[in-house]
């Protein structure tokens, strides 16, 4: 994870070497280990670089990085397969080595199509002035751009940072393809030029063309009349990397009568008909590996103290968690939870991250007071007694208990029961009204942006204080405060767009049938990197550590895109069945029971967020809490900065 810059000036009274105070300070938190600025200058224009590093792989590189022919590389992204990085090998070095061979667009098109993983770039070559850049098919790791006005600048950067008075100052780079400018044209015509590579799937000797005029006149809708977009002149694109989704439609109803389980209240035995056919077993037995290899990449490249010895288990307690699971006890968090565990060393803890907001506060008998206020700040004094200890985590309850964290503790038990000798470090994460909109105004609400619905802030806020970390480990003995050291940050975001899970496909199910809920699923799929993909990178990397999203593994959604709609969901079952039928059989198969029963819960309703201001709201409406108040922001960031 890394938080990246290119900022170009064509003009010299335009030009300066800093970065804006509050851009720099976004990108640093970022990334925490290493931060380099770099200038390039040319007569026609001039480039600051910026590179902000968490470091998670091989030996600490600074970037930005430049070779010995001027060449300048940015990179915030994961190989985790396609290219080789040998282990103790950083991937930011690989990267570059494979870019400064490259001999013209087609090399450097091959390499990206290559990479399997989350990433964006920036990579100037300096003997053709080209600046390229862009992010991965899903569009995991967020990437803006912001064109001044008349063309005389523009930047490119992982976050950005409000101006006063300015709208819609940056917008996210869209992750249909990745892009070049020529820089030393641009300087001398003031019209920026966005060559552009498209995704394209090839099949066989064939290749399957997207419509590209459409994607074009998407883009260039919303970029300022002195930037246009275009298509490269030889044709050239990336190699789609997962399979075009299965629209085939089944010629005959399916050989499993669902008339007995519709009628019947569900439990997990009810799972069992399914996995009674040869084949659906079979199905869900492949789905568990390519997961489970996708969470394995994900849990494993990362630093890590070496394993103890047999003599020092007994301070397995004084193990820091690497690894944290955005964690619902909802089944998609569930079952990353369990093959989490089957790959992170047993001696070390696993944060499950569970966020709850405040509920509307009941009146509290005058001698409970002092107690409330010791649990609101999650602290236990040593004399304090073990039944007043829970007497607090119970007036607690009372707050916070959202359907989510309700669940959240089921989970917890459940992981235990299936593997009582990790150490699951369920931590409560409670936040009140007052926090709420204390860290909107000064954090949350730049880092959300561009999106601005109301559904954007509530994800957005519950998904920073979630994976922020810091709130209280409740025990039978005590409650202690406790901060999630981990840097890696997993979630389950994918598996609803892929496999069903919203409402809206069974609504869209139920009004046209199978074709319908097929056309839905291809749309939540092209459309995650600007509906979600970027906001949450943006969020979680504002704390140091770095969001990764099994679930949209190239191998498993390519997986889940190559069987029929069938065979992962079954819309005409009751809610806790239907929807995600083949991670729920999944989660039966890995030994897990009353979360495989569990309907979808939206985070915003589960942590109770949504109900925390104005009820009345609908969640595409614009935000007004998200609106720019940025010199608002710019007191309260100096006030609450660690």
């Not at 985790?80 to 400064?100: C, H, P, R, W």
């Not at 010895?309 to 006890?329: D, Q, Y």
């Not at 083949?582 to 029963?597: D, F, K, P, Q, Y």
């Amino acid at each position: 994870m890394c938080g990246i810059c290119c900022s170009v000036s064509f003009s010299v009274e335009h030009f300066s070497k800093d970065l804006k105070e509050d851009l720099l300070c976004n990108l640093k938190r970022r990334g925490p280990n290493s931060s380099k600025q770099l200038l390039k200058t040319d007569v026609n224009y001039q480039c600051l670089f910026s590179g902000h590093v968490l470091h998670l792989r091989g030996v600490l590189t600074a970037q930005p990085m430049e070779d010995e022919r001027g060449n300048v590389f940015l990179w915030n992204g994961e190989v985790f397969s396609g290219v080789m990085v040998k282990a103790g090998e950083n991937d930011t070095q690989i990267m570059f080595n494979y870019l400064s061979s490259c001999k013209n667009e087609s090399d450097i098109l091959s390499v990206f199509s290559e990479v399997q993983g989350p990433w964006s770039f920036i990579y100037y070559q300096a003997s053709s002035h080209y600046l390229w850049f862009g992010r991965d098919f899903f569009g995991r790791r967020s990437l803006l751009w912001h064109f001044s006005d008349l063309g005389k600048s523009f930047s490119l950067s992982s976050v950005g940072a409000q101006i006063s008075g300015v709208a819609n100052q940056w917008q996210e780079v869209p992750a249909s393809g990745i892009f070049r400018i020529d820089l030393k044209s641009a300087s001398t015509s003031r019209l920026v030029v966005l060559k552009f590579y498209p995704w394209k799937y090839i099949s066989g000797e064939n290749v399957i063309t997207e419509e590209c005029v459409n994607t074009l006149t998407q883009i260039a809708a919303d970029l300022p009349p002195f930037v246009s977009v275009v298509a490269n002149e030889a044709k050239l694109y990336l190699k789609d990397p997962v399979v075009p989704l299965n629209m085939m439609l089944p010629p005959i109803p399916s050989e499993i009568d669902c008339s007995t389980i519709s009628n019947t209240p569900p439990t997990r035995e009810t799972f069992q008909v399914f996995l009674t056919n040869g084949h659906m077993k079979e199905v869900v037995q492949q789905f568990i590996d390519v997961l489970s290899s996708a969470v394995k990449k994900r849990v494993l490249c990362l630093p890590r103290d070496e394993p103890l010895t047999p003599n020092e288990v007994l301070r397995t307690h004084e193990r820091k968690a690497n690894v944290a699971i955005l964690f619902s006890g909802g089944i998609d968090s569930m079952v990353i939870a369990t093959l989490a565990d089957r790959h992170i060393p047993l001696d070390e803890p696993i944060d499950l991250l569970n966020v709850a907001f405040m509920t509307k506060e009941k009146i509290i008998p005058a001698s409970f007071n002092k107690q409330r206020g010791r649990q609101k700040n999650c602290k236990t004094p040593a004399e304090e007694s073990s039944e007043n200890t829970a007497v607090a985590a119970d007036r607690s309850d009372k707050q916070f208990n959202a359907p989510d964290r309700i669940t959240g503790r089921a989970g917890l038990k459940e992981l235990q029961v299936t593997n009582p000798f990790r150490i699951w470090n369920f931590v409560e994460i409670n936040v009140s009204l007052e926090e709420l909109q204390k860290f909107r105004r000064a954090r949350i609400c730049q880092l959300v942006h561009p999106l601005d619905t109301v559904l954007d802030d509530s994800i957005g806020c519950a998904v920073w204080f979630a994976s922020r970390g810091t709130g209280c480990l409740v025990t039978p003995d005590e409650v202690k405060s406790y901060q999630s050291s981990a840097k890696v940050v997993l979630t389950g975001i994918g598996a609803d767009e892929q496999l069903a899970g919203y409402s809206r496909h069974r609504v869209r199910f139920q009004t046209h049938g199978l074709e319908g809920l097929i056309k839905e699923i291809k749309m939540e799929l092209g459309r995650i990197s600007s509906r979600n993909l970027g906001r949450d990178d943006r969020v979680i990397g504002d704390h140091g550590k770095e969001a990764r999203f099994p679930f949209l593994d190239e191998n498993v959604v390519s997986f889940l895109n190559s069987l029929p709609v069938w065979e992962k969901t079954n819309l005409t079952l009751p809610r806790g069945i239907g929807e995600k039928l083949i991670l729920r059989l999944a989660a039966v198969e890995l030994g897990l029971t009353a979360s495989t029963l569990l309907p979808k819960r939206a985070m915003q309703f589960g942590s109770r967020i949504a109900k925390m201001e104005n009820n009345n709201e609908k969640a595409s409406d614009k935000c007004g809490r998200l609106q720019d108040i940025s010199l608002e922001n710019f007191s309260v960031e100096k006030e609450i900065k660690t």
